[in-house]
T-cell receptor
Framework: DAGVIQSPRHEVTEMGQEVTLRCKPI?????LFWYRQTMMRGLELLIY????????DSGMPEDRFSAKMPNASFSTLKIQPSEPRDSAVYFC???????FGPGTRLTVL | KQEVTQIPAALSVPEGENLVLNCSFT??????LQWFRQDHGKGLTSLLL?????REQTSGRLNASLDKSSGRSTLYIAASQPGDSATYLC???????????FGAGTRLTVKP
């Protein structure tokens, strides 16, 4: 298995643009987690899904953030419009054992 | 709200030393506790997972303990090596087996 796959690995965009981050979990895992990591706030859980259903999105910072999981093999995290303070590394993890992807480093100018 | 604290924030030791990393949490009602390793610029790798009913887990040179009642966990690394240099994070999962709270991590440097 290739593990958790995230794309893109790096994203640089301008303030106000829409950003979409993608995640492919490990096949067979029923849960999927989106995290954000910054120097100031460390690693924060944004939202998690069980069987494609969002269970708790209380970690999502604002209405500008949305996440979907249309099927068991794909999830997206969207930021619209993006702001400089959204700059961070965004991780996707799957399974109760928390298998992490390599992350997407987002820079919003 | 669960808060997870890790001490020290950074640690530098010579190769071969045994060392202990500390993690404390405020709410003892947890489902499990997990230790992760994060190399610079990389994702997290799970090292050890301790269920709330367990007291410790071991893997190779690593041993993690859990004292739920006092809200503490330790990660013991024996005979440290330069390859152990990384940031070590502790994470606690809430009783509903969903919410996950991470500590800020301990940045370990093992000098040759």
């Amino acid at each position: 298995d290739a593990g958790v796959i995230q794309s893109p690995r790096h994203e640089v965009t301008e303030m106000g643009q829409e950003v979409t981050l993608r995640c492919k979990p490990i096949s067979g895992h029923n849960s999927l987690f989106w995290y954000r990591q910054t120097m100031m706030r460390g690693l924060e859980l944004l939202i998690y899904f069980n069987n494609n259903v969002p269970i708790d999105d209380s970690g999502m910072p604002e209405d500008r953030f949305s996440a979907k999981m249309p099927n068991a093999s794909f999830s997206t995290l969207k930021i619209q419009p993006s702001e400089p303070r959204d700059s961070a590394v965004y991780f996707c993890a799957s399974g109760q054992g928390q298998f992490f992807g390599p992350g997407t480093r987002l820079t919003v100018l | 709200k669960q808060e997870v604290t890790q001490i020290p924030a950074a640690l530098s030791v010579p190769e071969g030393e045994n060392l202990v990393l500390n993690c404390s949490f405020t709410d003892s009602a947890i489902y499990n506790l997990q230790w992760f390793r994060q190399d610079h610029g990389k994702g997290l790798t799970s090292l050890l997972l301790i269920q709330s009913s367990q007291r410790e887990q071991t893997s190779g040179r690593l041993n993690a303990s859990l004292d739920k009642s006092s809200g503490r966990s330790t990660l013991y690394i024996a005979a440290s090596q330069p390859g152990d240099s990384a940031t070590y994070l502790c994470a606690v999962k809430g009783p509903d087996n969903n919410d996950m709270r991470f500590g800020a991590g301990t940045r370990l440097t093992v000098k040759p």
